[in-house]
Structure formats: C-alpha cells, structure tokens
C-alpha cells in the first residue's frame, strides 16, 4: 500500500519537506559520524596512552621492584597520576599478583571496564672485563656479544584510564560542531521556506485571481511578479481574464440584443394574440348575430311559408273531396296529402335547424333551462346517462356569456358522444357571486385521452378560443378512468369589439 500521508498537504509544504529531507539526512549522519569518531578517536587515545605509560612504567620500576624500594615508585606513580587527568589508577604487582602499589586520580571521574598492562622483566647480563692473561679486555670486530639470560618477570604494571577528561574535551568539539550544523540547518530551512514561499505566493495569487474569475469577476488585474513557468502561468491567467471579460461583454450585448428581440417579439405576440382573442369574439358575436338573423328568417319566413303550404294543400284535398269520384281526384288527394306530410317534415326540420342555429329556449328559460334542454335531446338521441347540476343564480348573466357557456358545453358533449364511449356524464355549472366567476365542469367515465397529442383538434381549439376570448381558463384531465374538463370564466368577460 503506498503511502499517502502527504496528499492533503500544500506545494510549500510538500516543497520544504522535499528540500529539507536530504538536508536533515545529512544532519543527523554528519552528527552521528562526528559523535562516534570522536568517541572512537578517545578510546583509541586511551588504548594508545595506557599501553605506552604501562610499558614505560614497567621498564623504569625494574630496580625498585627487585630492590623493594617501593615507596620512591609511589612517589614516581603518584606524581604521574597526578599530572595526567586521563589516568584514572596504577597499580603495581608482583610475581605472585598480589598488589604492591595502587595509586588512584583524585581528579578522574569515570574508569574504563578495563585496563593495559606491562610486565616487568628481571634480566641478567654477563659481562666480562679481563681476557684470559689478565689483561683489561679491549673489544674487537671478531668479539661475540656475552650471552643474556632470560628474562624473569617479577611484577606487572596495570594501567586504567579515565576517558571522563578526553570525553569532555571531544564533548565540547561535538557541541561546537552541532551547533555550526544546526546553523546550517537553520539556514537551509529558511532557504527552503523562501524559496516555498516564493514559489506559492505567486501560486496564491493566481488561485485567488481563478476564482475571482469563477466568481464571474473576470476583469482580474493579475501582475506577472515571477519568471519561468509560474510567470507563464500568471500571464496566461491575466490574458484568458482579459479575453473572458471581453467575451462576456460581447455575450452580455448579445443577450442584451436578442432580449430585446424577444421582448419586442413578446409585446408582438401579445398585442397579435390580442387581436386575435377579440377578432375572434368578433367573429363569434357575428356568427351568434348571423345565425339569430338566420334563425328568424327561417322562422318568421320559411315557416310561415311552409304553413301556408300545408294550408293551400289541405284546401286542395277538400275541393277534390268536393269534387266527387274518380281516379284524377284520389290522385290529387294523394298528393295533396304528400304535401301536406313534406310541409309538416320540412317545419319540423326548420324547428330542429333554429333550435341549433339560435336555441329559443336560451332566452325563454335562460341558461339552466336551455342547458337542460340540451341535454335532454342528447339523451335521447346517444342512450347516454346525462347528469346535470348548478349552483347560483344564472338569470343576470350577460347574454354574450351565456351563449358563449351553452355553445362550450355543447361542444363538450359533442366531444363525449363523437370520442369517450362513455356512458355516464356530469355536467356542472356553478356561480361564484364573491370571486364573480363562472365555473362549469364536464365529466365522463370514457377511455380518456392524450391531452398533449389531442390538444390540436378543432373541437378543443374552439373551446379554448371562446374561453380565451372572455377572458377565462380551460384545463384538461384525462386517464383510462375518463376525463374531466374544468372551466372558468369571469362574469366580468370582455365584450367584442366593432
């Protein structure tokens, strides 16, 4: 598993420990390296000092050893142990080691666990000082050396150091050279930390200038204060600033431009949308008026016409029954008993044709009636199962809006029986005196529909138009259970325009 320790640290940080960590390495093996050199170079001292003062010490003492004159070797030692602060104790022993003379240092604190030692070696030499006539012998090139015996050893020299005085003084040459490392590191750390800081204070800078342009503050005045890749970067930054401040410019003039467009458009739209919602009440008061006209006419003329027919042709069958018998005459009575027929079927047409062209019973009975009415002609005609119900007082309705009401919810109905296969309908209406609103509310129990994909048909387009043409709202809810069209239109609707 890699170490991942220094993820969350920064550039400066990761920066300083990547410069300080050979630095530190190379601290703590100079300090290591100084402090056992040092301690080696005392031990090899102590070694060196004790076997040269123990082999001296062993070759002077022979004398006063063999002669028992110990006390002037006392004096000799003493006065060494003494002089010598690395000498910690020196003792002296004979043949049989048992200890002679033990001198210890009032001035060593410390002994090392082990101590150097010389022999001291008793050597007689003959020596002879006549030739063989008596004469002093004078040596010559063909002399031999006088043999030597060898040597006896009557005592030993035992020599133990104190490194305590040495370690002192190395102690001290270790501190100074701690303290001139330290300073070296000292100086190598604020180096580094410079050299982190020069590096992420420009780095700083340029976050703090991203984000500003994050922010959307893009006008950035970023100076470039380093070279190098960092000077680059900071060029780059105030650069894209400067172009990303004149493409918002650009951008927000363009806006600005089409936003303009756009509301011109709207303010187009609307006033056209306008036009049309009352060109269209217009036109629909124009048809209502149109059919009215046509209406009367049918029934004022076309009816009376047709009454005076049936008439005429009645008073023809009774002037051929006066007329007497013959086939000539139950012909005519056949015929004028068509006719009388045709007229009744043509009135009774005229009748249905008025009744849809300008429902009389709208203003004899008013809207409650003539929607009941209607309803009760669907009925009979479909088998569908109508209900109707209505809450308030329709009479002061204004007559613009109630046509405009009977003419939606026959559209509605229309809709029912050409497209739901349903077999139960409600309709209600519903007056709202304190909003001054009129609610109406077709429902069926049919397949329903897709209200997005039908909402082009002309049936929908035209409840929706007379419902926008007064000022008012339509909404559709349809699923597999049926479909529910809600209305409302405000008393107040407005009224057409000439």
Do not use: C
């Not at 305590?164 to 190395?170: D, I, P, R």
């Amino acid at each position: 598993m890699k170490p991942r320790f220094w993820q969350s640290w920064s550039i400066g940080t990761r920066l300083v420990f990547i410069t300080m960590l050979p630095v530190v390495f190379l601290f703590a093996s100079l300090i290591g390296y100084s402090w056992v050199s040092h301690r080696a170079q005392v031990d090899e001292e102590l070694a060196e000092r004790g076997r040269i003062l123990a082999r001296a010490l062993a070759e002077t003492s022979e004398y006063n050893v063999i002669s028992g004159n110990l006390s002037d070797l006392r004096l000799t030692i003493n006065g060494l142990v003494q002089s010598d602060k690395s000498i910690y104790r020196i003792d002296v022993v004979d043949a049989n080691r048992k200890l002679a003379i033990s001198v210890a240092s009032q001035f060593a604190a410390g002994a090392e666990p082990h101590f150097y030692e010389a022999p001291i070696n008793k050597q007689v030499i003959w020596v002879n000082l006549f030739s063989d006539n008596g004469a002093p012998h004078v040596s010559g090139p063909s002399d031999t050396k006088p043999p030597t015996q060898p040597a006896e050893v009557v005592g030993w020299v035992r020599v133990t150091m104190s490194p305590t005085n040495m370690l002192a003084k190395q102690t001290r040459r270790f501190q100074i050279e701690v303290a001139m490392a330290a300073l070296a590191l000292a100086v190598s750390g604020a180096l580094a930390w410079f050299l982190a800081r020069s590096l992420t204070s420009p780095l700083r800078a340029s976050i703090g200038a991203l984000r500003k342009i994050r922010g959307g503050d893009y006008r950035s005045d970023l100076p470039v204060t380093t070279g190098g890749e960092i000077g680059e970067l900071q060029e780059s930054i105030a650069e894209m600033s400067v172009a990303l401040d004149q493409s918002k410019q650009h951008l927000e003039n363009k806006v600005d431009e089409r936003t303009r467009d756009l509301v011109a458009s709207r303010n187009e739209a609307l006033k056209a949308d306008a036009d049309k919602r009352k060109l269209i009440q217009k036109v629909n008061s124009i048809v209502e008026d149109e059919r009215k006209s046509i209406a009367i006419e049918i029934h004022d003329e076309l009816n009376a016409s047709l009454i005076a027919a049936r008439l005429e042709s009645q008073s023809i069958l009774r002037l051929a029954g006066q007329a007497g018998e013959g086939a000539a005459i139950e012909q005519i009575k056949q015929k004028s008993q068509a006719i009388t027929q045709l007229t009744l079927d043509l009135y009774a047409s005229g009748r249905r044709l008025v009744r849809r062209l300008r429902p009389e019973v709208l203003d004899m009975l008013g809207l409650h009636g003539a929607v009941e009415e209607m309803m009760r002609h669907y009925g009979s005609d479909s088998g569908y199962r109508f209900y109707f119900h209505s809450e308030g007082d329709f009479s002061h309705l204004e007559n613009e809006l109630a046509i405009s009401t009977y003419r939606i919810i026959q559209e509605a109905l229309s809709n029912v029986i050409k497209h739901a296969t349903a077999t139960h309908v409600q309709v209600s209406l519903t007056l709202s005196e304190p909003d001054a609103v009129l609610h109406i509310e077709v429902a069926d129990n049919g397949a329903g529909f897709d209200v997005a994909g039908a909402s082009a048909g002309i049936g929908i387009i035209g409840m929706r138009e007379r419902v926008y043409a007064l000022g008012g709202t339509i909404g559709f809810a349809s699923d597999a259970n049926g479909t529910v069209v809600a209305i409302a239109l405000p008393l107040g609707a407005p009224t057409a325009v000439s």
